[in-house]
Nanobody, 120 residues
Framework: QVQLVESGGGLVQAGGSLRLSCAAS????????MGWYRQAPGKLREAVAT???????YYLDSVKGRFTISRDNAKNTVYLQMNSLKPEDTAVYYC??????????????WGQGTQVTVSS
């Protein structure tokens, strides 16, 4: 069984910074793409940033220049450094990973979510 566990959320004032971490554990042969999504109350979940094994990245337009995604493949961990936070960044943040299992299987796993609240 594979688990993804997030940490690093919390309450911060506008303009502040937070760093989210997500560590994957369990039986796996590796992880392809990893990413961060968020869901605000009354809104759909949206992709914030993703990163491939080779380090290619995608960012949501509204976070470009403020957020940075990175990963440590040896630790099966993905990070999201969030700077210059705005109240509209308030949401539950979820990480995910496309995990390679046995028999060439590929499955997407999600973390439990961590709350990020930005006060104005």
């Amino acid at each position: 069984q594979v688990q993804l566990v997030e940490s690093g959320g919390g309450l911060v004032q506008a303009g502040g910074s937070l760093r989210l971490s997500c560590a994957a554990s369990g039986r796996m042969f590796g992880i392809n793409a990893m990413g961060w999504y968020r869901q605000a109350p009354g809104k759909l979940r949206e992709a914030v940033a993703t990163i491939t094994t080779e380090g290619s990245t995608y960012y949501l337009d509204s976070v470009k220049g403020r957020f940075t995604i990175s990963r440590d493949n040896a630790k099966n961990t993905v990070y999201l450094q969030m700077n210059s936070l705005k109240p509209e960044d308030t949401a539950v943040y979820y990480c995910n990973g496309d995990v390679r299992g046995g028999s060439y299987s590929l499955s997407r796993y999600w973390g439990q979510g961590t709350q990020v609240t930005v006060s104005s």
